[in-house]
C-alpha cells in the first residue's frame, strides 16, 4: 500500500501544457529514485493508450505494464498546478499524481482517491493548498457517507404503536452514535409522514453527528405500519454531507419503487439490509469472508471485476456490514470503493437463469483468493480467549485486616466463616473455523447438555431458583438466539465464538435500554451462555469446600447459585452489581445474608480466610481480631433468638410499651404473594408495586387481567386489612417493552412514575377502574408515584374522579377508597402543606426521596452504600410531611427500605410515623422492634437524629443513646 508523506508532494508547479507537466511528473519521480529516466517516457506512452484524468482536477500518470523493469521502487510524487493545465483529453487538471508501480499499486491509488473524486470542491481546495500536509489531508479525509447498517436497524420490535417504532428506530441512532439526546427529544415531537406501503418517515435535524437511518419494524403486523425509517439529517451547508443523506433517501425511493415497502415487517435485520441496499427480495445472495491479507486491494479486485463480467448475469456486490448499497461487481471503481478488509463479509446478488452458478463461481473465487495465496481464516494464529465479562482485569489489593469495609447491604442477617472464592475461568477458543456443518453441530450437542444441566439443577433448586433456571432453559430455545448463532457460523465463527457473539449481541441490547431489570436479564443470558461455553470448552467451575463458608465472586449468576449447597452458604459477597442485582434478589430469597457492590479487591482474598458479613450494614471485615470475633458471634446467636421470638409474635400488633400503635404492613411485588405476607403477620399491603404487574405481561394487561389480579390480593387481605396500591411506576430505569420512552441521559429525572402515565390517561383510567371493581367495597388506598407538586396530583386526581363518576353514577363517591401521593421528591415534601389540603394519605417513598435528596444513583454500585436514608437532609423532609399531614388529619406511611432499618424504626416512630410498610420477612421484627420502644424515647431519638449533620453522625449517635 502506498502512504503519501510530504517530501512527494510537490507544490506549486507550472506549466505550459499537460506534456510540460507530464515531463515536470516523470522528472520527479526519476529525481527521487524511483523510476529510471526511461520510465518518465512510459508516461508517455500510458496517456497515448488513453487519458489517466480521473475527474474533479485529478490525473494520475503512471507506466505501461511493459515499462515495469524500469520502475527502481514503488512510489508517487503529487504535483499541484494551481493555475490548471488544460490535459490532452480537453479536461482540466490541477493535481497529477504520478505513479512509479510494479504492479498494479495505481488501482489502489484510485481505490484511495474514489471519494475525493466524488467531493465537490475539492479540485479548487487541492489547487490552491498552501502546504503539503494539507494537500495529504484533502486526499486522505475519509469520505462523509451516511450511516445504515445493522446496528442502525430494529427489526421485529415488540411495540403496539408507530410511535413505539419510532422510539426504537431513532434510539438505534442515538446508539450507534449518529446522534445525541436533542434529536430524541425533536424526533419524538415530528410528524411521521406516509410514505405509502405502510412505510412512515420521520426527519430530524438536531444534534446529528453524522447523516444517518434508522429502521424498525414490529414484531406483530400493525394495521397501517410495516416499518417506520428515521432520517437523521444535519442542516449543513456542506455538500457532502447533504449528498449522504439524500443517497439514504434515495435508497428508500428505491425501495418504494421495488413495491417491496410492505414486505419489509416480515424480514429480519440481514434481509432488510439487503433489501434497502437495492437487492431484490427475488434475487439471490451469497455471502463469502475476504481473506486476502490486504483486503480487496487492486490486484484482486481487479480480478474480481473480471470474473463477474465474464457471468451470464449482472452481479452486485456490497459489504454486509457496510454502510453503503450493493454496487456492480463488474465496475472496478465501485468495487475497490468497497475498501473491503480481510475478514470482512462480502454478498454477492443476481437475479435469473444461471444466477446460483455466476454467484457460486463468484464466492469460489473470492475464497480462493482471487489469484492471491491466502490463509484460511481459522489458523491458530486468529485463535484468541473469549473475552469474557467475568474475567478481573487486572488483581486489586485484598481488604485490609480486621478492618471495616462498606459495601451495599443486599441481604440482612450476620455472619461469620471462612471465604470461598469462586474464580470464573476464561475460555480459550479458535474464534474461526471453516467447517459450519460440524461447528453447528457442536453447539447443538452443547446446547442439549446445557439443557440437560438446568433439568437436573430444577429438579433439586428451590422455588425461586428454579423459576430462574426456567428462564433460562426458555433462554436456550430462544429461535433468535439460535439464528444468530448459526449465522456466525456460517460466517466461519467457531461454535464458541458464534454462540458468544449471539449472547453477547443479545445481552448488550438489553443494556441500552437502560433499565436495571432488563439489565439483570443481560447478566442470566451471560450466565446461560457460559454454561454452554463451558460445555464446548470442557471446563468446569471450581468445587466448592464441604465446610459452611461464605461465598464470594465478581457476580454471581443464578445457575451459580443453584449449583451451590445453600445449607453451607453462610453468606455471599459480590464484587459487583446493586441491591437490585439478581444475585442480591436470589439472596433475599434464600434468606442469605449478603453483601454486594465491595469492589474487586474482594475477588483477591485468600480461600479460607475467615470473614465477617453484615447483610444490615453493607459491611465486611475480613481476618477479624479476637475481640471482635467474639463480639460478632455474640451478636449473631442474640440476632437468631429475637428472630425466632418475633416470628412466634408476628400476629400480635405493633405497640409500643406506653400504648401507640404502629401499622406494619408488607411491600409486594406479585399479588400471589399477599396470602404468604399475612401469614408473616401482615396488617395490610403498604406498597404494591403494579408495574411488576404490567411488566409480567407482553402487553399492558386489560382490565379484566388486571381486576383478576387485584382481587387475589384483595381476597388473602380480607374486609379489614387495607391494600395500598401504587398506580403504575413506569419509564425512566424501568420502561415497559410495549411503551417505550426514548433513551435518556438520566432517566431517573426523565419520564418516569405519574409523568409518564399523565401522558397515557387512558392506561391509568383502566388501571383505576380495575382497582376499583376488583376491591368491592374492602379497604382500597391508591397512590401516584414520583409527584412533584399538587398540580400533579390533581392532574391524576381528575382521571380518578372521571372513573369514579363512571363506576358511582349515583353517590360519585367510592366506597373506602382513600386517595394520596408517595414522598419521592424533595420538593413534594417542601410543599407537603399544599399537598394535604387534597390528600387521604401520605407514603414516604424514602429509596428515591434519599436519592434525589442526596444526588446518589441508588443502583450505583460504589455510591449506593452512602445513600443512606438515615441523612439528616432526608429526616427533615420527613418531619416536614408528618407536621403537615397531620395538620390535615391524613395518614403517613415510610414504605421505602428505611422502614426496615433497626436504627431507623424508632426515628420513624419518634418523628410520627403511622404506619411502616416492608418485605413480607421483615414485618415480624420490624413489629417486634417497635413493641421494644417507648414513644417518649423515640421521639427524642428522632430529635437527636434531626440535630446531626451527617448520617454517619446519625448512626454514630443513635447507637450511643
Ligand atoms: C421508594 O422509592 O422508596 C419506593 C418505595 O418506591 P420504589 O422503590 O419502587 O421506587
Ligand atoms: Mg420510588
Given at each position: 500500500?502506498?502512504?503519501?508523506?510530504?517530501?512527494?508532494?510537490?507544490?506549486?508547479?507550472?506549466?505550459?501544457?499537460?506534456?510540460?507537466?507530464?515531463?515536470?511528473?516523470?522528472?520527479?519521480?526519476?529525481?527521487?529514485?524511483?523510476?529510471?529516466?526511461?520510465?518518465?517516457?512510459?508516461?508517455?506512452?500510458?496517456?497515448?493508450?488513453?487519458?489517466?484524468?480521473?475527474?474533479?482536477?485529478?490525473?494520475?500518470?503512471?507506466?505501461?505494464?511493459?515499462?515495469?523493469?524500469?520502475?527502481?521502487?514503488?512510489?508517487?510524487?503529487?504535483?499541484?498546478?494551481?493555475?490548471?493545465?488544460?490535459?490532452?483529453?480537453?479536461?482540466?487538471?490541477?493535481?497529477?499524481?504520478?505513479?512509479?508501480?510494479?504492479?498494479?499499486?495505481?488501482?489502489?491509488?484510485?481505490?484511495?482517491?474514489?471519494?475525493?473524486?466524488?467531493?465537490?470542491?475539492?479540485?479548487?481546495?487541492?489547487?490552491?493548498?498552501?502546504?503539503?500536509?494539507?494537500?495529504?489531508?484533502?486526499?486522505?479525509?475519509?469520505?462523509?457517507?451516511?450511516?445504515?447498517?445493522?446496528?442502525?436497524?430494529a427489526a421485529g420490535v415488540p411495540v403496539q404503536s408507530r410511535q413505539g417504532l419510532i422510539a426504537m428506530a431513532a434510539g438505534?441512532?442515538?446508539?450507534?452514535?449518529?446522534?445525541?439526546?436533542?434529536?430524541m427529544v425533536?424526533i419524538m415531537a415530528a410528524q411521521p409522514?406516509a410514505?405509502?406501503?405502510k412505510?412512515w418517515?420521520v426527519?430530524?435535524?438536531?444534534?446529528?453527528?453524522?447523516?444517518?437511518?434508522?429502521?424498525a419494524t414490529p414484531a406483530h403486523a400493525l394495521d397501517d405500519t410495516a416499518a417506520v425509517?428515521?432520517?437523521?439529517?444535519?442542516?449543513?451547508?456542506?455538500?457532502?454531507?447533504?449528498?449522504?443523506?439524500?443517497?439514504?433517501?434515495?435508497?428508500?425511493?428505491?425501495?418504494?419503487?421495488?413495491?417491496?415497502?410492505?414486505?419489509?415487517a416480515t424480514?429480519?435485520?440481514?434481509?432488510?439490509?439487503?433489501?434497502?441496499?437495492?437487492?431484490?427480495?427475488?434475487?439471490?445472495?451469497?455471502?463469502?469472508?475476504?481473506?486476502?491479507?490486504?483486503?480487496?486491494?487492486?490486484?484482486?479486485?481487479?480480478?474480481?471485476?473480471?470474473?463477474?463480467?465474464?457471468?451470464?448475469?449482472?452481479?452486485?456486490?456490497?459489504?454486509?456490514?457496510?454502510?453503503?448499497?450493493?454496487?456492480?461487481?463488474?465496475?472496478?471503481?465501485?468495487?475497490?470503493?468497497?475498501?473491503?478488509?480481510?475478514?470482512?463479509?462480502?454478498?454477492?446478488?443476481?437475479?435469473?437463469?444461471?444466477?446460483?452458478?455466476?454467484?457460486?463461481?463468484?464466492?469460489?473465487?473470492?475464497?480462493?483468493?482471487?489469484?492471491?495465496?491466502?490463509?484460511?481464516?481459522?489458523?491458530?494464529?486468529?485463535?484468541?480467549?473469549?473475552?469474557?465479562?467475568?474475567?478481573?482485569?487486572?488483581?486489586?489489593?485484598?481488604?485490609?485486616?480486621?478492618?471495616?469495609?462498606?459495601?451495599?447491604?443486599?441481604?440482612?442477617?450476620?455472619?461469620?466463616?471462612?471465604?470461598?472464592?469462586?474464580?470464573?475461568?476464561?475460555?480459550?477458543?479458535?474464534?474461526?473455523?471453516?467447517?459450519?456443518?460440524?461447528?453447528?453441530?457442536?453447539?447443538?450437542?452443547?446446547?442439549?447438555?446445557?439443557?440437560?444441566?438446568?433439568?437436573?439443577?430444577?429438579?433439586?433448586?428451590?422455588e425461586e431458583?428454579a423459576e430462574i433456571?426456567s428462564m433460562?432453559e426458555e433462554m436456550?430455545e430462544d429461535p433468535e438466539?439460535?439464528?444468530?448463532?448459526?449465522?456466525?457460523?456460517?460466517?466461519?465463527?467457531?461454535?464458541?465464538?458464534?454462540?458468544?457473539?449471539?449472547?453477547?449481541?443479545?445481552?448488550?441490547a438489553q443494556?441500552t435500554l437502560a433499565d436495571r431489570v432488563l439489565a439483570e436479564r443481560a447478566?442470566d443470558?451471560?450466565?446461560?451462555?457460559?454454561?454452554?461455553?463451558?460445555?464446548?470448552?470442557?471446563?468446569?467451575?471450581?468445587?466448592?469446600?464441604?465446610?459452611?463458608?461464605?461465598?464470594?465472586?465478581?457476580?454471581?449468576?443464578?445457575?451459580?447459585?443453584?449449583?451451590?449447597?445453600?445449607?453451607?452458604?453462610?453468606?455471599?459477597?459480590?464484587?459487583?452489581?446493586?441491591?437490585t442485582?439478581h444475585?442480591?434478589i436470589?439472596?433475599r430469597a434464600?434468606?442469605?445474608?449478603?453483601?454486594?457492590?465491595?469492589?474487586?479487591?474482594?475477588?483477591?482474598?485468600?480461600?479460607?480466610?475467615?470473614?465477617?458479613?453484615?447483610?444490615?450494614?453493607?459491611?465486611?471485615?475480613?481476618?477479624?481480631?479476637?475481640?471482635?470475633?467474639?463480639?460478632?458471634?455474640?451478636?449473631?446467636?442474640?440476632?437468631?433468638?429475637?428472630?425466632?421470638?418475633?416470628?412466634?409474635?408476628?400476629?400480635?400488633?405493633?405497640?409500643?410499651?406506653?400504648?401507640?400503635?404502629?401499622e406494619v404492613g408488607a411491600n409486594l411485588g406479585n399479588t400471589a404473594h399477599a396470602e404468604d405476607a399475612v401469614s408473616r403477620g401482615a396488617e395490610g399491603v403498604g406498597l404494591l408495586r403494579t408495574e411488576f404487574i404490567f411488566m409480567a405481561h407482553p402487553q399492558a394487561p386489560d382490565q379484566e387481567t388486571q381486576v383478576a389480579e387485584y382481587r387475589r390480593a384483595f381476597e388473602a387481605l380480607g374486609t379489614e386489612r387495607p391494600l395500598v396500591a401504587r398506580t403504575l411506576d413506569v419509564g425512566g430505569d424501568k420502561p415497559l417493552d410495549y411503551w417505550p420512552v426514548p433513551q435518556e441521559?438520566?432517566p431517573f429525572l426523565g419520564l418516569r412514575g405519574i409523568r409518564l402515565a399523565l401522558t397515557r390517561p387512558d392506561v391509568l383510567e383502566t388501571q383505576l377502574r380495575a382497582l376499583m371493581i376488583a376491591s368491592e367495597g374492602r379497604p382500597l388506598r391508591i397512590m401516584f408515584p414520583m409527584v412533584k407538586d399538587v398540580e400533579e396530583f390533581l392532574a391524576a386526581r381528575a382521571i380518578f374522579e372521571r372513573v369514579v363518576a363512571e363506576l358511582y353514577p349515583d353517590t360519585r363517591r367510592a366506597p373506602n377508597v382513600q386517595l394520596g401521593v408517595m414522598i419521592e421528591v424533595?420538593s413534594c415534601?417542601?410543599?407537603?402543606?399544599?399537598l394535604a389540603e387534597h390528600v387521604d394519605f401520605f407514603s414516604i417513598g424514602t429509596n428515591d426521596l434519599?436519592?434525589y435528596?442526596?444526588?446518589?444513583?441508588r443502583g450505583?454500585?460504589?455510591?449506593?452504600?452512602?445513600?443512606?436514608?438515615?441523612?439528616?437532609?432526608?429526616?427533615?423532609?420527613?418531619?416536614?410531611?408528618?407536621?403537615?399531614a397531620?395538620?390535615?388529619?391524613c395518614w403517613v406511611g415510610v414504605c421505602g427500605e428505611?422502614a426496615?432499618?433497626?436504627?431507623?424504626?424508632?426515628?420513624?416512630?419518634?418523628?410520627?410515623?403511622d404506619e411502616l410498610s416492608v418485605s413480607a420477612r421483615?414485618v415480624?421484627?420490624?413489629?417486634?422492634?417497635?413493641?421494644?420502644?417507648?414513644?417518649?424515647?423515640?421521639?427524642?431519638?428522632?430529635?437527636?437524629?434531626?440535630?446531626?449533620?451527617?448520617?454517619?453522625?446519625?448512626?454514630?449517635?443513635?447507637?450511643?443513646?
Amino acid at each position: 500500500m502506498l502512504t503519501l508523506t510530504p517530501d512527494a508532494v510537490l507544490l506549486r508547479q507550472s506549466a505550459g501544457d499537460w506534456r510540460e507537466a507530464l515531463d515536470r511528473a516523470g522528472g520527479a519521480l526519476v529525481e527521487a529514485g524511483l523510476g529510471e529516466p526511461a520510465y518518465a517516457q512510459a508516461l508517455f506512452d500510458r496517456e497515448a493508450q488513453s487519458s489517466t484524468w480521473l475527474g474533479n482536477g485529478i490525473a494520475i500518470p503512471h507506466g505501461t505494464p511493459e515499462s515495469r523493469d524500469s520502475v527502481r521502487a514503488t512510489g508517487i510524487r503529487v504535483l499541484q498546478f494551481p493555475e490548471g493545465v488544460e490535459w490532452h483529453d480537453g479536461n482540466r487538471v490541477t493535481l497529477l499524481i504520478a505513479i512509479a508501480a510494479q504492479s498494479d499499486e495505481h488501482l489502489d491509488i484510485l481505490r484511495a482517491l474514489t471519494h475525493v473524486l466524488d467531493r465537490p470542491g475539492v479540485a479548487e481546495q487541492l489547487a490552491s493548498a498552501e502546504s503539503a500536509e494539507a494537500v495529504i489531508e484533502l486526499l486522505s479525509r475519509p469520505p462523509i457517507t451516511g450511516r445504515f447498517d445493522d446496528s442502525t436497524i430494529a427489526a421485529g420490535v415488540p411495540v403496539q404503536s408507530r410511535q413505539g417504532l419510532i422510539a426504537m428506530a431513532a434510539g438505534r441512532l442515538l446508539d450507534a452514535g449518529c446522534v445525541g439526546p436533542a434529536f430524541m427529544v425533536d424526533i419524538m415531537a415530528a410528524q411521521p409522514v406516509a410514505l405509502g406501503q405502510k412505510l412512515w418517515l420521520v426527519q430530524g435535524q438536531q444534534d446529528v453527528h453524522q447523516p444517518a437511518l434508522g429502521v424498525a419494524t414490529p414484531a406483530h403486523a400493525l394495521d397501517d405500519t410495516a416499518a417506520v425509517f428515521c432520517l437523521a439529517c444535519p442542516v449543513d451547508d456542506d455538500t457532502e454531507i447533504t449528498r449522504a443523506w439524500q443517497a439514504l433517501l434515495e435508497r428508500l425511493f428505491q425501495l418504494l419503487e421495488s413495491g417491496q415497502g410492505e414486505q419489509l415487517a416480515t424480514l429480519d435485520s440481514a434481509r432488510l439490509l439487503s433489501c434497502l441496499s437495492g437487492e431484490k427480495s427475488s434475487a439471490e445472495t451469497v455471502r463469502v469472508r475476504v481473506r486476502n491479507a490486504h483486503g480487496l486491494h487492486a490486484r484482486p479486485a481487479k480480478q474480481l471485476v473480471q470474473v463477474a463480467r465474464s457471468q451470464s448475469v449482472p452481479i452486485r456486490v456490497r459489504l454486509e456490514n457496510g454502510p453503503g448499497e450493493a454496487v456492480s461487481a463488474a465496475s472496478l471503481t465501485r468495487v475497490l470503493s468497497l475498501g473491503a478488509r480481510r475478514g470482512q463479509m462480502l454478498v454477492f446478488s443476481a437475479e435469473g437463469q444461471g444466477a446460483r452458478e455466476a454467484l457460486e463461481t463468484m464466492a469460489a473465487e473470492v475464497r480462493d483468493g482471487l489469484g492471491e495465496a491466502v490463509t484460511p481464516l481459522n489458523d491458530t494464529s486468529e485463535a484468541r480467549p473469549s473475552r469474557n465479562r467475568t474475567t478481573p482485569v487486572a488483581p486489586e489489593p485484598p481488604p485490609e485486616a480486621d478492618t471495616p469495609l462498606m459495601a451495599v447491604p443486599a441481604s440482612p442477617g450476620m455472619s461469620i466463616a471462612p471465604v470461598f472464592v469462586m474464580r470464573l475461568p476464561t475460555f480459550e477458543y479458535a474464534e474461526h473455523s471453516d467447517n459450519a456443518a460440524w461447528e453447528q453441530a457442536r453447539l447443538d450437542q452443547a446446547i442439549n447438555e446445557a439443557h440437560d444441566q438446568l433439568a437436573a439443577l430444577i429438579r433439586t433448586a428451590g422455588e425461586e431458583v428454579a423459576e430462574i433456571l426456567s428462564m433460562h432453559e426458555e433462554m436456550l430455545e430462544d429461535p433468535e438466539l439460535r439464528e444468530a448463532a448459526r449465522e456466525a457460523i456460517n460466517e466461519h465463527m467457531s461454535a464458541e465464538a458464534g454462540w458468544w457473539r449471539a449472547i453477547d449481541t443479545s445481552a448488550r441490547a438489553q443494556e441500552t435500554l437502560a433499565d436495571r431489570v432488563l439489565a439483570e436479564r443481560a447478566a442470566d443470558l451471560r450466565d446461560v451462555g457460559r454454561r454452554v461455553l463451558g460445555v464446548l470448552c470442557g471446563v468446569t467451575m471450581p468445587d466448592p469446600p464441604d465446610h459452611p463458608y461464605i461465598l464470594v465472586a465478581e457476580d454471581l449468576g443464578p445457575s451459580d447459585v443453584a449449583r451451590l449447597d445453600t445449607r453451607r452458604v453462610k453468606g455471599m459477597l459480590t464484587a459487583r452489581g446493586g441491591a437490585t442485582s439478581h444475585s442480591a434478589i436470589l439472596a433475599r430469597a434464600l434468606g442469605i445474608p449478603a453483601v454486594v457492590g465491595a469492589g474487586l479487591g474482594v475477588m483477591s482474598l485468600n480461600n479460607d480466610v475467615e470473614l465477617i458479613l453484615d447483610g444490615v450494614r453493607g459491611r465486611i471485615v475480613a481476618s477479624p481480631g479476637s475481640d471482635r470475633r467474639a463480639r460478632t458471634e455474640l451478636s449473631i446467636r442474640e440476632h437468631d433468638q429475637r428472630v425466632r421470638e418475633a416470628f412466634e409474635a408476628r400476629f400480635e400488633p405493633a405497640v409500643t410499651r406506653d400504648g401507640h400503635r404502629v401499622e406494619v404492613g408488607a411491600n409486594l411485588g406479585n399479588t400471589a404473594h399477599a396470602e404468604d405476607a399475612v401469614s408473616r403477620g401482615a396488617e395490610g399491603v403498604g406498597l404494591l408495586r403494579t408495574e411488576f404487574i404490567f411488566m409480567a405481561h407482553p402487553q399492558a394487561p386489560d382490565q379484566e387481567t388486571q381486576v383478576a389480579e387485584y382481587r387475589r390480593a384483595f381476597e388473602a387481605l380480607g374486609t379489614e386489612r387495607p391494600l395500598v396500591a401504587r398506580t403504575l411506576d413506569v419509564g425512566g430505569d424501568k420502561p415497559l417493552d410495549y411503551w417505550p420512552v426514548p433513551q435518556e441521559d438520566n432517566p431517573f429525572l426523565g419520564l418516569r412514575g405519574i409523568r409518564l402515565a399523565l401522558t397515557r390517561p387512558d392506561v391509568l383510567e383502566t388501571q383505576l377502574r380495575a382497582l376499583m371493581i376488583a376491591s368491592e367495597g374492602r379497604p382500597l388506598r391508591i397512590m401516584f408515584p414520583m409527584v412533584k407538586d399538587v398540580e400533579e396530583f390533581l392532574a391524576a386526581r381528575a382521571i380518578f374522579e372521571r372513573v369514579v363518576a363512571e363506576l358511582y353514577p349515583d353517590t360519585r363517591r367510592a366506597p373506602n377508597v382513600q386517595l394520596g401521593v408517595m414522598i419521592e421528591v424533595p420538593s413534594c415534601a417542601l410543599l407537603a402543606p399544599s399537598l394535604a389540603e387534597h390528600v387521604d394519605f401520605f407514603s414516604i417513598g424514602t429509596n428515591d426521596l434519599t436519592q434525589y435528596t442526596l444526588a446518589i444513583d441508588r443502583g450505583h454500585s460504589q455510591l449506593s452504600a452512602q445513600a443512606d436514608g438515615l441523612h439528616p437532609a432526608v429526616l427533615q423532609l420527613i418531619r416536614m410531611t408528618v407536621e403537615a399531614a397531620h395538620a390535615h388529619d391524613c395518614w403517613v406511611g415510610v414504605c421505602g427500605e428505611l422502614a426496615s432499618d433497626a436504627q431507623a424504626v424508632p426515628v420513624l416512630v419518634g418523628l410520627g410515623v403511622d404506619e411502616l410498610s416492608v418485605s413480607a420477612r421483615q414485618v415480624p421484627m420490624v413489629k417486634a422492634w417497635v413493641r421494644q420502644l417507648n414513644l417518649d424515647d423515640a421521639r427524642r431519638q428522632a430529635e437527636l437524629a434531626l440535630k446531626q449533620a451527617t448520617s454517619a453522625a446519625v448512626r454514630d449517635a443513635l447507637e450511643a443513646f
